[in-house]
């Protein structure tokens, strides 16, 4: 592992190594007697036979700072494990049940945690008195609250989680979930907190014996020895830098080494120079691409130094005739890749070429991992930290001062400034998280009118943000300009995205997703506007979706991405038409679908097993320690009924209360009025894999689980586990690989064997494929359709997506 | 109506504060009365003055008693220095304000411009030198910077006389410039961790998309540091200011000792050693109001602040 070999590992390592030597050297035996004094001796300062010297009473400071180590080593380890047991407990059993208790706890924990810890161990050691023994009784009670709060909050984020749901689902107890699926997911918090905890422990004995209430002479102990020592700091330094310097190692030491494990520590790599790196290795890689590429360069760096004497730079202001007929963003040669842990450069984009007219719509579509984002990122200069791009990138347009061609591929961070937001603008996924949360609309917009030499007063900026909001169909300019973007829905995030990027008419506009985080109405809306504007700006639109839907209707011409290559490109009718690819070929044929409902047995007039009747569900939000108020309805008066081996399908768009239907169908949650009737048992698979399968666990511990809650025999287990792992259709050796080493499709093969392992009769599926790329969509659909079968199961599917349902479903529900 | 709800939770704290505190002491073997009259008395003397300071009446009763005269201003007696408590605050409050209003403007001024700048260059060499330094600083107990800085800056280069404190009453001047020291002991641990939480706080948000959209407005990243990244980072660092203004008062405690600034909490300290409980008791109470009164006003900010997301 590399964790290992980081500098700060082995510095920490070699410092705590250093301390825990003289400690252990000294529980054998110390070079002299640590508390006989002999006044021949006094002060004397370091030498051969007293390395560190002797105090104002002759005794040897080395043997007294082994005997004193140790004491601090032993209080701080012994405050640790009283606080450390007692308070993860507490933490624990707060943060998992929560309720009344936590609130207590939680109130307790925070005055006395607002509270300076020495004081508290000083009002504590007025009390007991001092002593060593005391000394660890107020410490440990001292650092009780610190580490519960901790605890509490790691496991308070592990508990909404799917994983312990399922956990739930599969009948497994509280203490089971709380002890052996949470706990080990928060093991590398509760050792970084116990390491600091351990710290502060060491140092605030310290003090406490520095100020004399701590440790009592004639023992040692490192603090003492430092307040002993300061009345002759003159006379005999010594006395005082040694101590002083063991304790701080000490606590240097376990900072360093713990700091690695927190993530705390600077040790990563410079990322300037890491994409510096990557770029070399890639230029090694291509040498004849390079080669062409570092031609351009001398040129630009010629054209740089003729720039700086004072002679106009040539490729930008000489009229380019050529440059007319050609593409405004032309990309060429373009490879992008990402560190990875073994040093060498992990490629991801493979020598892309691709030209853009003024005006065109131009689509790019493909699954996720293809390169589709990071081509669009690596124009704008703005990949993420570890990846870099080789290749040229230049854009060519015209102003009063007729063409300009910009070659960007040689530009730094600082030279692209110019050209972001005025030539080239982007808009993202998220309009949640890729606007600013803290910062009003009008702040935002407006910076984006920074660009060129013109400084706008205020009334002119006002005039031109509102004149843009107008322009994306948002008429309610005042309060919008004024808001926060919490305050503001998707879709006119995403507008505001949008008139943002379209402020200084760019030439190009790069659009990475933008519907995808929309619901099918906005998204409609938004696609229509992106052509109005691209129409009367005559801007060129790079659209980037997954969804060859929408960019059939939006694209004039389309790329299809694979692995980072274009494995096929054409008129975006054309090639939807006829694919000549084989990759395009699987792409179109999944995005239209398989009739799996067809092929699903269904037994005709079978028993109804599903019978919900006039269900309510809402939810509340605990306030303080009064009682629970019910704030938001769910569902209202609720009526289901589904028969045995059917596919019963559930479509609607989200926040409609379909994953709360699926959540109280296997019994997580309760309903609030109403009755469920429900002949067998129930399974459930989670939308996201990623987060409904315990990270820390291997494939074959999770799909045994189930059987271990029920005490089936080991032997049996395993071999009802193994052959789960051929029905889900992975192979055998994967049993053993952990869940963080499988893909997204691999994840809900096992989460679905998880759930067939207590065998039920009825199966919750909450969007099982949402997450999912569509090729694997299908491979996962026909798995579930084959299980269908097999086990007679009876599907409940929710979903938002229309066409999957159809496709699906035996038995339609629209809400 | 929402900060009257907040002054009454805030007083009701200081009350149940007060009484915990009031509670700890009664408690505790070897009480006030023996202390006074030391080891040599007799039970019979002992019971007398038990009687005449009202040690033998429910504790309820004296707490009250105890309350009332703290609201009146009387904070108790000191045994040890045989003055009315309020009188030794008096004295040393001014002092201690001082050095930790000191303090607390070293740490603004010195570890702000820092965070930002390892938070703009991470990985560089200048950042991991930094970081490094960083975590020597934090693993250096206060004391013992405290007894550096008075070898390295007071006996070392002369630049003060180490014990020789000047009160604030004998002038102003002379007492900030001997304050400067503790009051940068005090701080420099402080600053390390300020930094440290500050630039792990930029960095979090350096990862956030809203940070690549500044980018692609063509902001640069100082720019996009100081108007994006600051004032999100600065929102999560007001409870850490909280936790900052307690560690001074800690760490003044111990360092008064260092440089014998003649403050709270070398008072406290001392007291704690010869059980002067009175002082002991009001120091407390002191602080705890402190305490109490600023983590109110840092909960209220970071609420008026949450509002807007």
């Known amino acids: 592992m590399k964790k290992y070999r980081s500098f700060n590992f082995i510095c920490g390592g070699v410092f705590l190594g250093l301390t825990a030597l003289l400690v252990l050297w000294g529980l054998i035996r110390t070079p002299y007697d640590p508390t006989s004094i002999n006044a021949a001796l006094k002060n004397c300062g370091p030498s051969l036979s007293h390395p560190f010297g002797t105090d104002q009473l002759g005794r040897d400071v080395l043997s007294r700072v082994m005997v004193g180590a140790r004491t601090s080593f032993m209080i701080g380890a012994a405050t640790i494990l009283i606080g450390g047991v007692i308070g993860t407990v507490i933490g624990a059993l707060a943060g998992y049940f929560g309720g009344l208790f936590d609130t207590i706890v939680m109130r307790i924990n925070d005055s006395l945690l607002a509270f300076p810890s020495i004081l508290l161990a000083l009002v504590l050691v007025c009390i007991f008195g001092t002593g060593e023994k005391n000394v660890i009784l107020a410490l440990g009670i001292l650092f009780i609250p610190s580490i519960a709060r901790v ?116 040790d990563t790599e410079d990322p300037v120079k890491a994409r510096r790196k990557i770029r070399r290795i890639l230029r090694e890689r291509y040498p004849e691409e390079s080669a062409q590429e570092c031609a351009e360069a001398a040129d630009a760096l010629m054209a740089d130094e003729a720039e700086s004497a004072g002679i106009i730079r040539a490729d930008e202001s000489k009229p380019a005739e050529a440059a007319q007929a050609d593409a405004v963003l032309t990309v060429k040669n373009l490879r992008i890749a990402f560190a990875s842990d073994s040093g060498e450069p992990n490629e991801v984009v493979h020598g892309i070429s691709f030209g853009m007219k003024p005006g065109e719509k131009l689509g790019i579509v493909g699954e996720s991992g293809s390169g589709k984002s990071v081509t669009a990122l690596s124009v704008m200069h703005l990949l993420p930290e570890k990846g870099a791009a080789i290749g040229d990138i230049s854009v060519t347009y015209e102003d009063e001062e007729g063409f300009h061609k910009v070659d960007m591929s040689h530009y730094n961070a600082k030279e692209m400034q110019r050209y972001r937001g005025a030539e080239i603008a982007m808009v993202f996924q998220e309009p949640m998280s890729s606007l600013n949360p803290s910062m009003k609309i009008r702040r935002q917009m407006a910076e984006m009118l920074t660009h060129g030499e013109r400084r706008w007063t205020k009334e002119e ?153 006039h269900l309510h569900m809402a939810f509340g939000r605990v306030h303080g320690l009064r009682p629970l108020k019910y704030r938001t309805k769910v569902l209202t008066n609720y009526n289901l009924s589904v028969k045995r081996g059917e596919v019963y399908g559930i479509v609607g768009r989200s926040g409609t209360g379909k994953s709360t239907l699926a959540k109280c169908l296997c019994g997580l949650l309760r309903p609030l009025v109403g009755t469920m009737e429900i002949k067998g048992n129930v399974g459930m698979v989670f939308q996201d894999p990623y987060g409904s399968l315990n990270p820390s666990k291997s494939v074959l511990w999770l799909l045994e689980e189930p059987l271990r809650i029920r005490k089936v025999p080991k032997e049996e287990r395993k071999a009802k586990a193994k052959e789960m792992l051929l029905a889900i259709g992975l192979p055998e050796e994967y049993g053993a690989r952990k869940i963080t080493e499988l893909s997204g499709g691999q994840r809900q093969r096992v989460a679905i064997g998880m759930a067939l392992m207590s065998q039920p009769e009825i199966l919750v599926l909450d969007e099982p494929v949402s997450a999912l790329d569509v090729t694997v969509q299908e491979q996962i659909l026909a798995l579930l359709a084959e299980l269908h079968n097999r086990y007679h199961l009876t599907y409940i599917f929710i979903t938002h997506d229309r066409a999957v349902m159809n496709r699906f479903a035996t038995k339609i529900e629209v809400w | 109506m929402k900060a009257a709800r907040k002054i009454l939770s805030m007083a009701a704290a200081v009350v149940v504060l007060s009484f915990v505190t009031f509670l700890a002491f009664a408690v505790l073997p070897g009480d006030a009365a023996q202390a006074r009259l030391g080891i040599d008395a007799t039970p019979e003397q002992v019971e007398a003055l038990r009687e005449e300071m009202g040690l033998n009446d429910n504790i309820f009763v004296r707490y009250g008693r105890w309350a009332g005269g703290v609201l009146r201003g009387d904070l108790g007696t000191s045994i040890r220095f045989r003055c009315p408590v309020s009188d030794l605050f008096k004295q040393m409050l001014p002092n201690t304000l001082l050095l930790a209003g000191l ?76 304050l400067f020291f503790p009051a940068l002991s005090i701080a420099l641990p402080k600053v390390a961790m300020t930094v440290r939480f500050l630039r792990s706080a930029l960095l979090t948000e350096k990862q956030k998309e809203y940070v690549r959209t500044a980018r692609s407005k063509g902001l640069g990243e100082w720019e996009i540091i100081w108007k994006h990244l600051m004032p999100n980072a600065l929102a999560a660092s007001v409870t850490f200011l909280g936790v900052i203004v307690s560690e001074i008062v800690a760490g003044s405690i111990v360092i008064e000792q260092v440089f014998g600034v003649n403050g709270l909490g070398r008072l406290l300290v001392s007291s704690v050693a010869n059980r002067d409980y009175d002082v002991v008791q009001a120091l407390v109470l002191y602080i705890g109001i402190v305490v109490i009164v600023l983590n109110g006003v840092i909960e209220t900010l970071v609420q008026k602040g949450g509002e807007n997301e």
């Open chain 1, 461 to 613: 900026i006002h005039e031109r943000l509102t004149e843009a909001l107008l322009e994306v169909d948002l008429q309610d300019t005042e309060r919008i300009l004024s808001s926060y973007p919490s305050k503001l829905s998707g879709g006119q995030r995403q507008r505001i995205m949008i008139a943002m990027a379209m402020i200084n008419h760019p030439k190009v506009l790069i659009c990475d997703e933008p519907t995808t985080a929309l619901d099918a109405e906005t998204q409609e809306q938004i696609l229509t506007l992106l052509t109005r504007l691209q129409k009367k700006y005559q801007t060129a639109i790079l659209f980037i979706s997954h969804d060859l839907g929408i960019v059939k209707r939006l694209c004039d011409r389309v790329m299809v991405f694979h692995n980072g290559v274009v494995v096929e490109e054409g008129e975006a009718e054309k090639l939807f038409r006829e694919p000549e690819d084989a990759y395009t070929k699987q792409l179109i044929a999944a995005s239209e679908g398989a009739d799996f409902a067809k092929t699903m047995q269904v037994p005709e007039d079978s028993e109804e097993i599903v019978k919900v009747s």
């Open chain 2, 103 to 178: 303090a607390f403007l070293i740490i603004l001024v010195l570890s702000f411009p820092l965070g930002m700048l390892y938070a703009r260059y991470p990985g560089s060499i200048g950042d991991r030198f930094g970081v490094f330094l960083n975590q020597t600083f934090m693993a250096i107990p206060g004391f013992f910077l405290g007894i550096i800085i008075s070898v390295v800056l007071g006996i070392g280069l002369k630049l003060f006389v180490p014990g020789a404190f000047v009160s604030y009453d004998e002038g102003i001047g002379p007492c900030l410039e001997y």
């Open chain 1, 151 to 266: 605890v509490r909050s790691e496991i308070k984020k592990q508990v909404p989680m799917d994983y312990v749901a399922n956990a739930k689902l599969l009948g497994a107890g509280k203490m089971r979930i709380l002890f052996v699926h949470i706990l080990p997911n928060i093991r590398a918090t509760l050792l970084v907190t116990m390491a600091v905890g351990f710290n502060n422990a060491v140092l605030a004995e310290a003090g406490l014996s520095y100020l004399g209430l701590g440790v009592q002479p004639p023992k040692a102990s490192l603090g003492r020895m430092l307040s002993e020592g300061q009345s002759y700091l003159r006379l005999s330094p010594w006395t005082v830098l040694f101590p002083g310097l063991i304790l701080a190692l000490c606590v240097l030491g376990v900072t360093l080494i713990s700091d690695v494990y927190s993530g705390n520590s600077a």
